[in-house]
């Protein structure tokens, strides 16, 4: 910023002192920008430690689906049973892939049998830890744009800081002190134009 450097005259004063409410005026608004910005970034902060709280238990109950998956144990179940039914032909074993393990199926007629078989709670167990999965994958993306918002605030808030900052610290005391400046030359001179004019009048 350039150096203020007006003459002491009283239409200077007026305006100067007029450039001093502006620049007043300016950074009270870059103040109240700068707390508005703050706070929609801290807003954005929350949101993203909820969304992170919230990413920590979907992965928990992810974790406690998998961890409940027996595949060794349902095929295993399933041939005991299988092997332990005196009506053979009333059942019909068949297979099919999960996560690349063949798992035997059981078609029977008994109510006895259907309900109890370990791999029905390993699909249920896969479908769940599926299921968090895909709500990790959405909250992860929802904190990318967060962050991407709070990056933009942040780099707001840095530039009206520094506006704010200069207004504050360099031009608003210039212009203070270019008012006293002033002002201090026009009460000198009227006090010597006042004197001036006593010694007129008493040499008259």
Known sequence: ????NLSPTKSNLTSIKASLELAQEGYELLD??????????????????????????YFFEAYQALQS???????KTVEEIATGIDFID?????????????????ETLSEEISPHYSFYRTNMALDRAYKNFQRVVSLIARLAEIETSV????????????????LDNILIPRYKNTVKFIQ???????R???????????NL
């Open 69 to 75: 998956v027996d595949i060794t144990q349902g095929i």
């Open 151 to 166: 990056y933009r605030l942040a780099t707001s808030i840095k530039k009206t800081q520094k506006r704010a900052n200069a």
């Open 1 to 4: 910023m350039e150096k203020l």
């Open 192 to 202: 010597e134009d006042f004197y001036r004019v006593k010694m007129l009048k008493g």
């Open 32 to 57: 109240k920008k700068r707390n508005v910005l703050i706070q929609e970034m801290m807003k954005r902060i929350d949101e993203a430690r909820e969304i992170q709280s919230q990413i920590n238990d």
């Open 184 to 190: 201090d030359t026009l009460e000198e001179k009227e």
């Open 90 to 106: 009333n059942i019909k074993i068949r297979s099919y892939s999960v996560m690349g393990v063949e798992i035997p199926e059981v």
